[in-house]
């Protein structure tokens, strides 16, 4: 079993429509949980960063923590089809593990006009 | 210029051969990563320098595999004896010493043994 799993989709909805990204996590020493979006043939490129649980929202994206649970999600509201790309989620634990991500599969977002 | 850069942007080799990955990070950013995604997955960690010095390198999957930053800067991730098993996307990324968490991420090197 992976330490951060993904539903790789793909994942198609219309424009305007709201979206919902999941990852579930296993190592209970991550503290530290972000999003990457990723278009084709490109390097990841950082979406949304939170320590602990909780909530954090940026303009069009919400990102939620549930370390109860061990659940991860990104929301994006009124999508565009320039969101449409790999959305990546990864954790650390922190501390001298700085920098090491584990990642999540991916998940191939589409959205059609 | 602005972001990291990686070259060559695609390698074509063949089963045997040794290849040489180049990384140049974002200028002041002492940390830097490296990682491999296969088609269809997240990118995998495979080592991280602070400085010149490897901090980590256990995710480097056997000894065929080894990096190098000797003057702080540039990094070449060199495989020796490429099997088709290493074909993916090598990703190198660095990050500021202010510590903001964020890494920048290239845009690859695809390696395709054949």
């Known amino acids: 079993q992976k330490e951060v799993e993904q539903d790789p989709g793909p994942l198609s909805v219309p424009e305007g429509a709201i979206v919902s990204l999941n990852c579930t996590y296993s190592?209970?020493?991550?503290?530290?949980f972000m999003w990457y979006r990723q278009y084709s043939r490109k390097g990841p490129e950082l979406l949304m960063y939170?320590?602990?649980?909780g909530n954090k929202e940026d303009g069009r994206f919400t990102a939620q923590v549930d370390k109860s649970s061990k659940y991860i999600s990104l929301f994006i509201r009124d999508s565009q089809p320039s969101d449409s790309a790999t959305y990546l989620c990864?954790?650390?634990?922190?501390?001298?593990?700085?920098?090491?991500?584990?990642f999540g599969q991916g998940t191939i977002l589409t959205v059609h006009p | 210029g602005a972001g990291v850069s990686q070259t060559p942007s695609n390698k074509v080799t063949e089963k045997g051969k040794y290849v040489e990955l180049r990384c140049d990070p974002i200028?002041?950013?002492?940390?830097l990563y490296w990682y491999r995604q296969s088609l269809g997955q997240g990118p995998e960690f495979l080592i991280y320098f602070q400085g010149t010095g490897a901090a980590d390198d256990s995710g480097l999957p056997n000894d065929r595999f080894f990096a190098v930053r000797p003057e702080g800067s540039v990094s070449t991730l060199k495989i020796q004896r490429t099997e088709r098993g290493d074909s993916a996307v090598y990703l190198c990324?660095?990050?500021?010493?202010?510590?903001?968490?964020?890494?920048?991420f290239g845009e690859g090197s695809r390696l395709t043994v054949l």
């Open positions: 990864a954790s650390y634990a922190g501390g001298t593990s700085y920098g090491k991500l584990t």
């Open positions: 990324a660095s990050s500021s010493p202010s510590g903001s968490g964020e890494l920048f």
């Open positions: 200028s002041g950013h002492t940390a």
């Open positions: 939170t320590y602990s649980s």
């Open positions: 190592n209970s020493a991550f503290q530290y």
